[in-house]
């Protein structure tokens, strides 16, 4: 009989959380998902995209990742070894072509994730004068997760989507 991993346990359980808000809810919607696995290294990836209902001015991810030595740990039931999964928040925006926005991006999303690495990366499409920088903001938070944590997912993703409306207040701020 298949023993679900860590990473399909947390997996299943925040893709539930996600589509509960947009199916029973309707307070987000799915707009993309990815379930992957490397086979050059045997690593497994997950993630689910949304944006809000009625603003698609920011989409926010929540991604997991496993490796294979998490994995292995976990299978093999390695007493030193502590597997688990990495997760990682984007919030994908597009900015103007100065990127005058990303100093309060960031400001938000430190204040709003104080214990977290914050990083944004900004690209634009050649031959589109860069008229908006596509930007992405992530996340990473320095540990990993395993079951223990899985009562702390929806609070997690409520935090995931207050963020998404303050970015959203802050980029698109009539509603459109």
Not at 120 to 137: F, H, M
Request: hydrophobic share 40%; charged share 30%; glycine share 6%.
């Amino acid at each position: 009989m298949f023993d679900p991993s860590i990473f399909d346990n947390l997996k299943v359980a925040v893709e539930n959380l996600v589509y509960d808000l947009d199916n029973l809810d309707g307070a987000v919607r799915v707009t993309g998902r990815d379930d992957r696995m490397e086979m050059s290294v045997m690593s497994r990836e997950f993630a689910i995209r949304f944006v809000r209902s009625g603003n698609e001015a920011v989409t926010a991810e929540i991604g997991l990742a496993a490796s294979l030595a998490d994995l292995a740990a976990e299978l093999l039931e390695q007493k030193e070894a502590q597997p688990g999964c990495t997760i990682r928040i984007r919030f994908y925006m597009e900015v103007g072509p100065q990127g005058e926005e990303c100093a309060v991006i960031q400001s938000l999303l430190e204040q709003r994730w104080p214990e977290q690495s914050v990083s944004q990366t900004l690209s634009w499409r050649y031959g589109d004068e860069a008229k908006r920088l596509s930007n992405t903001a992530e996340i990473r938070f320095d540990r990993k997760i395993d079951e223990e944590q899985m009562e702390d997912l929806p609070g997690l993703l409520e935090h995931v989507v207050r963020t998404l409306d303050e970015l959203t207040a802050l980029l698109d701020p009539k509603g459109r």
